[in-house]
């Protein structure tokens, strides 16, 4: 084998132990070598830990060495890592990233040169990473090139046996998936998985293959049973052959032992698979829907909910039930040809109830098709109903609209259960169809059987046998026209979870994003125009059309405009949540879409209108984005926002559950701890929709208060209707059907609204709005009341 060859298959065998979990059948373990200890070991491995930092920054420098180089943040963006980072986090990923990646368990001497860079644990929890070693001098231990992880990168050399010392004996390597790789790296590149479903099925093929040979030796085994019936019949009976009786028995009862162990085996095996596939799937799926952009989002959270719990039907079709019934298809043959040995004639009756079974499975299809899709459709529905009626209980009470939402409920109940019920009874019609046809199959065989007896054709024995063996041969094929009644629930599920599975995400695969770029707070809107999503149920109106704005650093700036006029959609395109249909936003001279979306969302402080909180404590929930930060800067936020005083008040304090949605906290202190939240990365711009609107004027002042000092010089962009902000400002932007009818600053726009000739000139580079032109009279009438109270 070529040198070539070795370090694919090395890199290939060095997988983690949940990845060696996954793909191996059970039972299998790694073997030791030379003390080095084995990937079971990895559980001491999780235990002395590894230090976070240094294996983070080990991964952020293998990524710019292989030219696609991610940021901290953006690797552990969207990553189920709570806490420190360990081994199998670590690999997983770099496998979210676009690598193929593993645990190796190797001497420094016996890791192939063309898998450098590696990471390398060390004894002491340390990590760093060996991107080369140079061939030994007489006498002298080889040498290696080492790069020590931190913020910064540093180059040491170091021998070969010292580092050996340190050494743990695993090492982490990660090479580029094709579509990311240089041409000279692709000999080394396993096959990407590409579909949701099957490349995650593909990795547990070793389970399924020695689930099938598990069915075979089952089936096998089963042939026994008739040939020692036919034998009993025919011979040991009219001879009265006891001991022969005996042996036969035994023989039969051993083979009945071993049947039942293959049978056991294939669904251990099965059902394992299923388990871990059904880990994996799960996690790719909610991973896909964290992701979405926010203008693909689903319109109704139930329904969305409800299709993604269909991932358990598709799965268990194709991966459960499907495999156990496929796995006995292939030896129908083998029932039919022992049928035609023992049995002779009476074998034609399998080889003309076979195709007419089929047959009957086909021709129902269609119609059921079309049922299980309806069915699902309608449990969306009813589901979306459910959930848009709980989240909304107190507002339904408020008006008195529970009958209105009873009757959409018993709506979606009825129409859900007549499809259900219309595609249950095909299937039920084609299952009892199927038994009724393994009856017939019987009663014709022994029928014809006497017959063939009294011409003496066939034996007693042999029709018993044959008829036994019919029963196996039809069985199996009765199971499979049952799962071709269940096919079609599974397709129409397997469609809507391919339609999740396709929609856009933020972060597009195989793309390469600018990291480390400079945010200082300086954005441009250019031309900029934004549509939502086409759905079937309505058009896509623009809502913004060709919006242009240049927001300086540091500046402080309010938007205002009637209801509905496009405010809070310019603040989510600035923050990335939105992409634009037309124009671009420039970042620091730079478009947006080119900057990492994990970087710049460290960068940028969102609060929307109605901030949402999630069931945990007031510190989770502020601390969500940044769960490894230390207490003193919680503090250091808590005291800007104000919220110590909430926590201070609370016998709890940081542990004080806030509920579902935040529904302990009054709306003056959600907006608090979005702001704490928003503040905990320390970002450079501060977009806040309507930050006060749940306050009172009491509340708003303490707020504001605390909001000027929290802004110090980042950049800070308001949507609001609530004069007190407007103190905040130097600059007022107003927006009316979409585009930008008014921009300058705060006394010039707010006397021209006002229809007072202003006092102050505008800022260089500004327009000034002498006064409000007719193009601004609609927003003017909306903003009118603000401008008169500042």
């Known amino acids: 084998m070529s040198d070539r060859q070795d370090p694919f298959l090395e890199f290939d065998s060095g997988t983690s132990r949940r990845e060696s979990d996954e793909s191996a059948p059970a039972g299998a373990r790694p073997s030791s070598e030379d003390g080095i200890p084995t990937l079971d070991d990895l559980a001491e491995l999780d235990a002395i830990g590894v230090d976070h930092d240094a294996l983070l920054h080990s991964m952020v420098f293998l990524t710019r060495h292989h030219g696609n180089e991610r940021s901290a943040d953006s690797l552990l963006d969207g990553m189920p890592v709570d806490g420190l980072l360990g081994p199998d986090e670590a690999v997983r990923v770099m496998k979210a990233a676009g690598y193929n990646a593993g645990l190796i368990q190797r001497h420094l001497g016996d890791i192939h040169p063309l898998l450098l860079p590696a990471i390398l ?61 240089t041409s000279r790296e692709q000999p080394l590149l396993l096959d990407a998985e590409s579909h949701w479903l099957w490349g995650t099925l593909r990795r547990f093929i070793p389970y399924y293959r020695s689930a ?9 085994l089963m042939l026994v049973s008739g040939l020692v019936t036919s034998v009993v019949y025919d011979k040991v009976i009219p001879h009265q052959a006891f001991v022969t009786l005996w042996a036969l028995a035994g023989g039969a009862a051993i083979a009945l032992m071993f049947d039942l162990l293959a049978r056991q085996l294939r669904s251990h095996l099965i059902d394992t698979a299923g388990k871990k596939a059904d880990l994996i799937i799960g996690s790719l799926l909610f991973r896909q829907t964290l992701g979405v952009r926010m203008e693909h989002r689903p319109e109704s959270a139930g329904s969305y909910a409800h299709h ?50 089929v047959a009957m499975a086909l021709g129902i299809q269609r119609s059921l098709r079309k049922a299980m899709s309806a069915n699902l459709t309608h449990q969306a529905d009813l589901q979306g109903v459910i959930v848009e009626a709980v989240e909304g209980l107190e507002d339904l009470k408020a008006v008195g609209a529970q009958g209105r939402f009873l009757h959409r409920y018993e709506d979606a109940t009825a129409a859900a259960a007549e499809t259900g019920l219309k595609a249950r009874g095909m299937s039920s019609w084609t299952s009892n169809m199927s038994m009724v046809s393994q009856q017939l199959v019987t009663l014709v065989m022994l029928v014809w059987g006497v017959y063939l007896i009294h011409d003496g054709l066939v034996t007693g024995g042999a029709l018993i046998g044959a008829v036994m063996y019919a029963g196996r041969a039809v069985a199996p094929l009765s199971s499979v026209v049952s799962l071709a009644t269940r096919y079609q629930g599974a397709r129409a599920a397997m469609i809507s979870l391919d339609r999740m599975m396709s929609l856009p995400t933020e972060r597009e695969k195989g793309r390469s994003y600018v990291t480390g770029h400079r945010v200082t707070g300086a954005i441009a809107l250019n031309e900029l125009s934004f549509a939502y999503p086409q759905t079937s149920q309505s058009l896509a109106p623009r809502v913004l059309k060709g919006v242009t704005v240049r927001v300086k650093a540091g500046e402080r700036i309010a938007i205002l405009g009637r209801i509905g006029s496009g405010k809070s959609t310019i603040l989510r395109l600035m923050a990335g949540l939105y992409q634009p249909t037309e124009g671009m936003v420039d970042v620091d001279g730079l478009d947006l879409r080119q900057i990492d979306p994990a970087d710049y969302r460290m960068r940028v402080g969102f609060v929307s209108q109605e901030p949402r909180l999630f069931n945990g404590t007031l510190r989770d929930n502020v601390m969500m984005g940044r769960p490894n930060l230390d207490a003193s800067r919680l503090a250091e936020v808590a005291r800007v926002t104000g919220l110590d005083r909430v926590v201070a008040g609370h016998p709890q304090g940081w542990e004080l559950s806030v509920g579902e949605m935040g529904g302990l906290l009054s709306g003056g202190q959600r907006q608090l701890v979005a702001l704490a939240r928003c503040l905990i990365t320390k970002p450079q711009i501060l977009l806040m929709d309507e930050p006060t609107s749940s306050m009172d004027a009491q509340s708003e002042v303490m707020f504001l208060r605390q909001l000027k000092e929290a802004a110090g ?61 007719p193009p601004a009279q609609a927003a003017q009438r909306s903003v009118e009341p603000v401008a008169q109270a500042a």
Not at 212 to 220: G, K
Not at 335 to 353: C, D, K, R
Not at 718 to 738: F, N
């Open 308 to 357: 993604m719990a269909q991932v358990e039907v598709v799965r268990e079709f194709f991966a459960g039930a499907t495999l156990s019934a496929l796995s006995d298809v292939p030896f129908i043959v083998l029932y039919v040809a022992m049928t035609f040995v023992i049995g002779g004639p009476l074998g034609w009756v399998l080889v003309l109830a076979i195709p007419l079974l």
């Open 212 to 220: 099938m040979l598990a069915a075979l030796l089952s089936n096998v």
């Open 713 to 773: 010089t980042r950049t800070l962009i308001m949507v609001t209707h609530r004069p007190a902000v407007l103190e905040l400002v130097d600059r007022v932007i107003v927006v009316d059907g979409g585009k930008i009818v008014l921009d300058g600053p705060k006394a010039a726009v707010l006397a021209a609204l006002s229809g007072i000739k202003p006092s102050a000139p505008a800022q260089p580079g500004q327009q000034r709005p002498a006064a409000a032109p």
């Open 121 to 181: 644990l060390l004894k002491n929890g340390d990590a760093c990473v060996l991107v080369q070693r140079f061939d030994a001098e007489r006498g002298v231990s080889p040498m290696c090139e080492v790069v020590m992880p931190g913020p910064e990168f540093h180059v040491c050399r170091a021998s070969e046996s010292e580092l050996e010392i340190e050494y743990l004996g695993f090492a982490l390597v990660a090479t580029p998936q094709p579509q990311q790789a």
